[in-house]
């Protein structure tokens, strides 16, 4: 009876335990879960394009049934953008349409054909000036509405899919031409629907607790390095082997639309000269949504006498001839990018791009024929200086948004090196081990950015609190039972009490039993060949002939008190109450279900 008892609470508590673990410890869709979030590694969809690149670009799989397209990636940008079907390759967008458009664009999207698509309307990527790329003047119409996207080309443990995600349809070629997909934090603002869209696809990750942390780590990758290096975008960590590790650690700025600001201390030129570029520090955002490199007037003209440029008044590009890329390649010039966190002194780290990173291609309908062009720009304002895409081939960045800081480090290039992912964990949930890592700054000298500790995740944390809670309930329900048979097995025995061997009465009696039973006097019956000694003087026999014995036997039942205290003794048998504490009620308290985990 008791171990039916104690099977049924246990059960129940257990039932207890299940409901108070969130909903969100287990959320990603159509991948296999696991108790601990690990880094989500997007893979490159393995083309270079672009009409202003080449750049390595990232599959999506967007809609239901999914739709394949492919994009760049924007560090700023709150949503998804992808290029409409129905115009993204028609004479309303292209005097002539080229041959191949639609693969030219990344593939297109269909919103039609998709039966999880809902339409929010057309709206601008800003407005006002607030929005994607405000500072930059970008103006761009796109149909925004909610959608399923996945990321990766097929669904898998990196493959995962979200639903319900911002989506916005452009068809125009400039300024995007490609899609792209947004790393932003802030949800993008449809103001003629009266508020926000929901959150970005970043924050979900986090919120879903799919990624270990609010961070990411991304370099554009070059095509130029090795046998062509594919970009590498990481949610929850970063990558080792793609980056020489350094010990500067920078702060994100409190402007969340431009936040990955650093201090750009100088610029220097070595090639079969020496020359300073840059006259002053000056604060600049890293920002892989543009691919150019935004300076101002004064630092843009040090670079026009550096390389021999010559900005076409006709397109506001840098165009460089065959000749004039030639004598460039030879002279192997370098241009050396000193970042800190501060606009003088303090701990540098300094990326360095040869002139292959800048040799760039501008392609129809950015320019009437392929030519070549430097990536540069005139600022107009302080507000403008931005470290492009172009920028991004050569520096390895990872921005932890929890702990509010970043690293910047240069690209390591070894043929064949084994990746090496490590996590970032929340820093609400970190806790590290001796053997990891723990520094506070960027990427370290352990290579490993030092603000991103290594611990537990939100996953973690949940399992093992329902493993520690179920355990304990365990201990507890088995010492209930080993109690109850012990209480149970002292009731059923009678313990012997010594006598003296004048007295008629032999007093047995049970230690646990509120009551005492006095058996009367045995006599001496003989007892052949069997004696049952305590000691060398006493000894009891068992009972013979009719004599009434009074043992406890297997028809006897132990009940436990009812409300009153009173047993019913049922068949006429005796029953003997066993006495005993109370059974604990074991419930959760509210304080240790399981919480929501914070993003």
């Not at 150019?292 to 006498?305: G, M, S, V």
């Amino acid at each position: 009876m008791y171990s039916a008892l104690g099977t049924l609470l246990f059960t129940q508590c257990l039932i207890r335990i299940c409901d108070a673990v969130p909903d969100s410890v287990v959320v990603r869709e159509n991948i296999n879960t696991v108790d601990l979030a690990q880094p989500l590694v997007i893979p490159p969809s393995q083309y270079f394009e672009g009409i202003d690149g080449p750049w390595s670009t990232f599959n999506l799989r967007v809609g239901t049934p999914e739709q394949d397209v492919r994009v760049t990636i924007s560090t700023t940008s709150p949503e998804t953008l992808v290029v409409l079907s129905e115009y993204g390759c028609s004479t309303k967008v292209f005097a002539t349409i080229p041959a191949g458009c639609a693969s030219s664009r990344g593939m297109m999207f269909s919103p039609n054909t998709s039966s999880t698509w809902i339409d929010n309307g057309f709206f601008g990527i800003n407005q006002n000036g607030v929005g994607l790329e405000t500072n930059l003047e970008y103006v761009q119409a796109a149909d925004f509405g909610t959608e399923t996207v996945g990321l990766g080309l097929v669904a898998g443990a990196n493959g995962v899919t979200l639903k319900n995600q911002t989506v916005g349809g452009i068809a125009s070629t400039s300024p995007f031409y490609l899609g792209i997909f947004g790393l932003g934090t802030q949800p993008a603002n449809l103001s003629s629907l009266g508020n926000s869209t929901g959150p970005t696809y970043f924050t979900s990750l986090k919120n879903q607790n799919v990624i270990p942390s609010l961070s990411w780590s991304y370099t554009a990758g070059a095509m130029y390095r090795l046998k062509q290096v594919y970009g590498q975008l990481i949610f929850g960590g970063y990558d080792t082997s793609r980056f020489t590790s350094n010990s500067v650690s920078f702060t994100l700025a409190q402007d969340v639309s431009r936040d990955i600001v650093v201090s750009l201390q100088s610029i220097s030129y070595s090639g079969t000269a020496q020359a300073s570029l840059l006259a002053s520090p000056i604060l600049i955002f890293i920002d892989s949504t543009d691919p150019n490199i935004w300076l101002p007037e004064t630092a843009c003209k040090q670079f026009e006498t550096a390389f021999g440029l010559t900005l076409d008044a006709t397109t506001g590009l840098y165009l460089v001839n065959d000749s004039h890329h030639q004598t460039l390649l030879a002279e192997n010039a370098q241009v050396r990018f000193r970042l800190a966190d501060t606009p003088t002194g303090g701990e540098a780290v300094t990326i360095v791009l040869p002139y292959s990173a800048f040799d760039l291609k501008a392609e129809y309908p950015m320019v009437a024929n392929s030519t070549r062009y430097f990536p540069l720009k005139k600022a107009a304002n302080e507000t403008q200086y931005t470290l492009g895409r172009t920028f991004l081939q050569e520096a390895y960045l990872t921005v932890d948004y929890e702990r509010g800081n970043f690293s910047v480090s240069s690209c390591s290039w070894v043929e064949g090196a084994a990746a090496n992912v490590v996590t970032i964990t929340s820093k609400d949930f970190a806790v590290v081990s001796s053997g990891t890592p723990s520094t506070t700054g960027s990427a370290g000298t352990t290579g490993s950015p030092e603000s991103m500790k290594s611990g537990l995740s939100t996953g973690a944390i949940a399992g093992i609190s329902v493993a520690a809670a179920v355990i304990v309930l365990a201990l507890a329900i088995g010492g209930f039972l080993f109690l109850k048979k012990q209480r149970q097995k002292q009731a059923s025995m009678q313990t012997i009490t010594s006598v003296d061997p004048n007295d008629d009465d032999a007093n047995i009696a049970d230690s646990k039993s509120i009551q005492s039973h006095q058996l009367s006097n045995l006599g001496e019956v003989p007892m052949p060949k069997h004696e049952y000694e305590l000691n060398d003087t006493q000894i009891y026999q068992m009972h013979a002939g009719d004599e009434p014995t009074h043992e406890l036997n297997d028809t006897q039942i132990y009940q436990m008190q009812d409300a009153g205290g009173v047993v019913n003794p049922g068949s006429g048998h005796v029953a003997y109450e066993l006495t005993g504490s109370e059974v604990p009620r074991v419930e959760l308290n509210a304080a240790e279900k399981s919480k929501p985990t914070s993003s």
